[in-house]
């Protein structure tokens, strides 16, 4: 995702501790999960490349209260 990111102009990068996925600032703009259950295990990720970010502020994403979210289309059009 970081870079994808980058290809565009947007410098993206992985979380600090406690941080998962990828983030422009303060702002998570990718996110990656991992579940098992059953003995099997699922992964996955999310790149925000162009969603209605106002969905956002109805949950509290990945459980961070103190940070925002961001797209690709937000970031190239700052």
């Known amino acids: ?39 099997i295990t699922s992964h996955g990720l999310a790149f925000n490349i162009n969603p209605d970010l106002n969905y956002f502020k109805h949950i509290v994403p990945c459980g961070i209260p103190d940070k925002g979210v961001t797209s690709l289309r937000t970031e190239t059009e700052m």
Do not use: F, Q
């Open 1 to 39: 995702m970081t870079e994808v990111a980058s290809l565009y102009g947007v410098n993206a990068h992985p979380g600090k501790a406690g941080e998962t996925g990828v983030w422009v600032g303060d702002r998570k703009i990718g996110a990656v999960g991992v579940r098992i259950w059953s003995g």
